[in-house]
């Protein structure tokens, strides 16, 4: 099924690849500078889209083996997720239930016991509390009313979404709209973790602006990526995600073939944004690989950061493909802070001045005007109107 969804986005690419074409959007669009800096909408951005949708927070590959964890803080929350004994996914607050210390340090580890640094009472993976120190001399509680603050969190297509608020009731399944079948098509379940590298950048709308944007691509990257890239992209969405694919002849041999016969791993080498702050891009230096950049608001409007995690298809295993693979990750590092965010960071600059009170998103530039609708939609529905949205999206 999600092959021939594949195949279907292929056929299309194809076929704007011989007429010289994309898929547009059916007018230019405009979006008020303020969206960029106004510290209000950026509070309401905070609460009703990273407090309340679900976030990809780990990947499989990061805590793979019953006991592994990763702790981390994502848009403010302390966050920490874990393999349980029965080998599901659980995530909590990382905060300890006697006077709210972090448990654990952010990163990723193996602990069979999580023990607080503080006065060191002990919870099990599945966030029961397990022991309270001095427990004769501390009084008597109900250690059942004491166990780790659980989030909704769901494993699928070796990739983790947790939701920060532990009181949502929105289904993350419903959330996806059927692209993590999709996404599934990569296999990550099975790939390696390598490493992840964090970069400083723009509003957060600023950055994720350029991952759905291949109009730049031949003329900011022109040094990086070269000037022979092609500029026009083709937007396939799920509810508020996005994939991106290009015009492209290459499938023409390919096109007698039965869907079964498609090459997925080319196929699924487009860029594959996840809504709010995740874009997904294949590269093959040092093995097939993906740069997943995750993406989270700063301290303030004008402020982000994104977290760029490696999965390699394979671990690299000789030397050579070792130094292959670190070149490819600094290479991207480079395109991504000198290139992407120096001009977001710069542009940022240019919006609060009076100096216009719109920028604009062309019809070739249908996936950023998607974003921008999506954003406005979520901070204008009440939680109870969530499940529509999804359903109808
Ligand atoms: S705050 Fe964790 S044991 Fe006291
Ligand atoms: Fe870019």
Redesign the pocket.
């Known amino acids: 099924m999600s092959k021939a969804q594949l195949v279907e986005m292929a056929r299309k690419d194809l076929e704007h690849g011989r007429n010289g074409t994309q898929n547009q959007a059916d007018s230019i669009c405009k979006v008020p500078v303020e969206n960029y800096f106004d510290h209000d909408r950026w509070q309401d951005e905070m609460a009703k889209i990273f407090h309340r949708m679900p976030l990809l927070l780990a990947t499989t590959a990061e805590l793979k083996e019953v006991g592994d964890y990763k702790a981390m803080e994502a848009a403010g929350i302390q966050v920490l997720i874990t393999r349980t004994q029965s080998g599901e996914i659980k995530a909590f607050v990382n905060m ?6 972090r ?1 654990m340090n952010d990163g990723c580890g193996t602990a069979h016991r999580f023990t ?6 002990t919870f099990s993976p599945a966030g029961d509390l397990v022991a ?2 001095s427990a004769d001399d501390f009084g008597e509680i109900d250690k059942q009313d004491y166990g780790l603050t659980e989030l909704p969190s769901l494993e699928k297509a070796g990739l983790i979404w947790v939701t920060l608020d532990p009181k949502s009731t929105l289904d993350i399944n419903l959330f996806l709209s059927g692209y993590d079948s999709l996404l599934a098509e990569f296999g990550f379940d099975t790939w390696h973790y390598e490493k992840t590298q964090r970069v400083e950048g723009p509003n957060w709308k600023i950055a994720y602006d350029g991952y759905l944007d291949y109009y730049h691509l031949p003329i900011l990257h022109r040094e990086t990526f070269g000037a022979d890239i092609g500029n026009k992209a083709n937007y396939y969405s799920w509810g508020p995600h996005t994939h991106i694919g290009r015009p492209d002849t290459s499938y023409e041999e390919f096109e007698n073939l039965p869907d079964e016969e498609w090459p997925t791993t080319k196929m699924v080498a487009g860029v594959w944004t996840i809504f709010p702050h995740i874009s997904i891009a294949s590269f093959a230096g040092g093995g097939r690989s993906v740069m997943i950049s995750q993406l989270f608001p700063g301290d303030t409007p004008e402020t982000s950061y994104t977290n760029q995690i490696f999965l390699m298809q394979q671990a690299p295993d000789t030397e050579a493909l070792k130094r292959d693979a670190a070149q490819q990750f600094k290479f991207l590092e480079y395109v991504v802070q000198e290139e992407d965010y120096a001009t977001g960071i710069a542009l940022q600059k240019n919006l609060n001045i009076g100096a216009r009170d719109h920028v604009l998103f062309g019809k070739n530039e249908g996936g950023g005007q998607r974003f921008h609708q999506w954003v406005d939609t979520l901070l204008e529905t009440p939680d109870e109107d969530l499940p529509k949205l999804f359903q109808t999206g």
Not at 96 to 101: E, F, L, N, V, Y
């Open positions: 300890c239930s006697h006077r709210g210390a448990l607080c640094p503080y006065h060191a009472w309270i120190y």
